[in-house]
């Protein structure tokens, strides 16, 4: 409870109500259809891509993205009432959100040795079993369950820092008419000018490119699987052309869903 | 002592000897000449970038980059002498290092929790102070280096495992003939085919392009900067014209350097 996949899942579907202590839990639950939808941080603008999910999505080809959600992330700094902030030794969270409040830390607590929990609420309890003074960068709604003092808030280095979400399923969602399409794929071999031309199936097609990545085959070093996102929907003119002319130059394509962009809740 | 980045080092220069806690502490001590040349990990076979790297070599426009070597990587698995295997409680390593032996550890040590620790060495420390039954992943080196027993090596997941290092220097590297060039830059505005018109100007000159990435700009959501490592000198054609063609386009363009391709000991 209290993480910030938990906000974003409530921000999607406010009677979201089960909750996995880790990524793969999620995969495996919405895999086994224990689930319908499941909520997995996917980007975040200070640290980029979380390639835990990236992987995850492009090794599980019965998983499909089918929604998105772009929360804002605010760090609290908590520790176990009474805590005195200069006696502060170690301070717990997840190791993406301790990049996050990386010069705030050196600034201000520049004696406390930073430690990774497995996420921004068991580091909580981390701080709360350790043997020296301790402390956690958590959102707020974990200093609402547990006896704990704020020693600030907002302590994230840049303020705008935002999580998006990828909400997975086993299919992809219909075409809303402001869609966006995700896909991964391999290039047959190495040779120049090979991405520049899957590009082109796309440019030429006045089809935005809103994201590329690549991640490691794991095979060879310098061998990669790219991962875009293009705006459109996988069955809708341009989209549909386009990635029916990809077959040729890449040896492996899977589309990663396609489904509605992200619009804030007013 | 005994760190993957100390083995890189002495790979590159048998007489390197002065060692850096963290990468940050490299890029330091090269800005403010106390050393003509530091080792950094850039990439990993397996996870991919080593992001802290790249921002680094982003944001420090006096670093360069004038060398590369590619070492392969066997992680042992080590504890305090006398430990039982069976009652090991808790695992240190680096993250990366976690993530590269994740289905070893899910398989052979369930019941272990996995710990973050600052490197593949300070882990075997922080095993040493664990009040509970514990274990590091770490390099043979640092069997040497500690009172430790081998309890198992090669436990990475795949066993084709590399992680590319950076030299960095103040400047970078003189053509060889043999050379690549690693570059950031971001677009000008986000608008269809950009990317595709950059890259076209690599492969219209029959440029291989050997990777790209891309990094949040930090101030929102979904703005890439770009990083590219292509084939060939920034002094030599058709690499220079290439370059000079890419002011259009291109609202940030820095070149992080041209060096020699990593060509393995014999």
Redesign the interface.
């Known amino acids: 409870m209290g993480t910030y996949s938990e906000e974003a899942a409530l921000l999607y579907d406010k009677t979201a109500d089960r909750l996995y202590p880790t990524i793969t839990g999620v995969g495996e639950a919405v895999a086994a259809g224990e689930i319908n939808e499941g909520v997995v941080p996917i980007?975040?603008?200070?640290?980029?891509p979380v390639?835990?999910t990236l992987d995850l999505l492009i090794a599980q080809p019965t998983l499909f993205i089918r929604g998105e959600i772009?929360l804002p992330i605010e760090h609290y700094l908590l520790a176990k009432s009474g805590t005195v902030p200069a006696e502060i030794k170690v301070i717990y969270s997840h190791?993406q959100a301790l990049?996050q409040c990386r010069q705030y830390l050196e600034k201000n607590y520049p004696q406390a040795e930073?430690?990774?929990s497995l996420s921004t609420v068991l580091c909580v309890t981390d701080s709360f079993e350790s043997k020296v003074p301790a402390a956690a960068i958590s959102p707020r709604r974990a200093s609402e369950l547990y006896d704990v003092d704020i020693l600030d808030r907002g302590i994230q280095d840049?303020a705008?820092n935002?999580t998006?979400f990828a909400v997975i399923g086993l299919s992809d969602h219909a075409p809303t008419g402001d869609d966006k399409t995700s896909m991964a794929f391999t290039l047959e071999k190495?040779?120049?000018?090979l991405?520049?031309?899957v590009?082109?199936e796309?440019?030429?097609r006045?089809?935005?490119?809103?994201?590329?990545?690549?991640?490691?085959t794991?095979?060879?070093?310098?061998e990669?699987i790219?991962v875009l996102d293009c705006v459109g929907h996988r069955e809708e003119s341009p989209m549909k052309e386009a990635l029916a002319s990809l077959s040729d130059p890449i040896s492996m394509l899977r589309i990663l869903g396609s489904y509605p962009r992200w619009k804030a809740p007013i």
Chains 1, 2 share one sequence.
């Open positions: 980007e975040n603008s200070l640290e980029g390639t835990f772009d190791p990049g930073q430690m990774a840049v705008n935002v998006r190495d040779s120049p000018g991405l520049h031309r590009l082109g796309f440019a030429d006045d089809i935005n490119l809103l994201k590329i990545e690549s991640r490691p794991k095979q060879l070093l310098g990669y790219f």
